[in-house]
């Protein structure tokens, strides 16, 4: 019997391959005998790093960049040699984790670091970069990137902007002679679960500010400097990406990997699928058994039991999720792949406790759906 195992990581809890290796045990204390395969998800948020190193046997490497509010933090981005690919999780440099609650400036924060990572992935000879999207600080439109690669964004005077959002509003003219001539060569992957436009209700500003900090006047003000900032992108690059999908995604970053690196928007459990082989693990499969922490309504819009059960779906196999907790208007899964889902707690149990004890209930459950399957198999 050969069964794969493809969870996203439990946020606050386990990362995906601990998730894999938890399932992987209770299946084999019914199964000692079965195939099983574990393959780590992500979808393109924090943790997209650590499963596609785990399945490429890739190299993590560091390096020291400017956080969303100028201090200078140590990055991780993946390295994987045999093919010339880096993996970026922009959340390393410029995302959420790095600023603390009472800290969170949507107008001021940026993406700066982000570049910088970049900057070294062409250091390192990259022919290609995966940029995961996902936990953003910023709302800058992805500038503060540009700059760290040689976009000069110059106010009337001729000064260099400051950093964050907000100041795009004094955007006067946009230098390219110095960008970094080695992105030309460089194939860009943007891997997020995000569709948002730039600007508008649906932008950037108006969905994600908030959380980042932005109070309803500031959200206003965010908008309107970025549409400022699309519009003399458009003048200088002779093309206008604010509209497409995904151009939203990471206050902005999207947009800025469209319209400067020529990016391809692609969801991220695709782009995580492709790069562990997942479509091939499934061939012969019997049964695969996916997860999140949240499984519900939202996991259509891309999330990775969605991407899984799809890849499934078209060799016939059937997934079961098992999830942390099972949300409204998870059923509706049902009608694209995914053959049945378990919640992990076994009876009242507090978040704490249930992120603390993961690894033995993510096991009980493996062991439960073993036994359940095995009832079909009985004559």
């Not at 932005?214 to 400022?228: E, F, I, T, Y």
């Not at 076994?346 to 095995?374: F, N, T």
Request: hydrophobic share 45%; net charge negative.
């Amino acid at each position: 019997m050969k069964i794969v195992i493809a969870p996203d990581s439990f946020k606050d809890s386990l990362c995906a391959q601990g998730v894999a290796d938890a399932i992987a045990l209770g299946l084999a204390d019914v199964w000692p005998d079965a195939q099983l395969v574990k393959c780590p998800m992500a979808d393109g948020g924090e943790g997209t790093i650590e499963s596609v190193l785990a399945a490429c046997d890739g190299q993590l490497r560091r390096v020291d960049v400017r956080g969303p509010l100028g201090a200078t933090v140590k990055a991780a981005w993946g390295w994987l040699p045999h093919n010339h690919t880096a993996i970026i999780e922009m959340a390393e440099a410029s995302g959420l984790q790095r600023v603390p609650l009472d800290q969170r400036d949507a107008c001021i924060s940026s993406t700066f670091g982000t570049g910088q990572l970049i900057r070294a992935a062409l250091d390192a000879g990259a022919q290609r970069v995966i940029l995961a999207i996902g936990g953003s600080a910023t709302n800058d439109g992805g500038a503060g990137a540009m700059q760290a690669l040689g976009v000069k964004l110059l106010d009337a005077q001729g000064r260099e902007l400051a950093p964050g959002g907000l100041a795009l509003a004094q955007l006067a003219r946009i230098d390219l002679s110095d960008i970094d001539p080695r992105l030309a060569e460089v194939r860009f992957d943007i891997a997020a679960d995000v569709d948002n436009p730039l600007c508008g209700p649906h932008g950037a500003s108006a969905i994600f500010g908030p959380q980042k900090g932005a109070s309803p006047d500031q959200v206003r003000q965010l908008d309107d400097a970025l549409g400022h900032f699309a519009g003399l992108c458009a003048h200088v690059l002779s093309h206008d990406v604010r509209d497409e999908p995904g151009s939203g995604a990471a206050g902005g970053l999207g947009f800025a990997a469209k319209a400067f690196l020529g990016a391809q928007f692609k969801a991220g459990v695709e782009v995580v699928a492709e790069l562990v082989g997942l479509a091939e693990a499934v061939k012969n499969a019997d049964l695969v058994i996916t997860g999140e922490g949240r499984f519900d309504a939202q996991t259509l819009r891309g999330k990775t039991p969605f991407g899984v059960a799809r890849i499934a779906r078209q060799q016939g196999v059937p997934v079961i999720v098992i999830a942390g907790t099972l949300g409204e208007g998870y059923q509706a899964l049902y009608q694209h792949g995914i053959d049945a889902a378990f919640a992990l707690p076994s009876g009242p149990m507090s978040l704490v406790r249930a992120c603390a004890d993961a690894p033995r209930l993510l096991r009980e459950r493996a062991v439960d759906i073993a036994r359940v399957w095995q009832l079909g198999s009985k004559p």
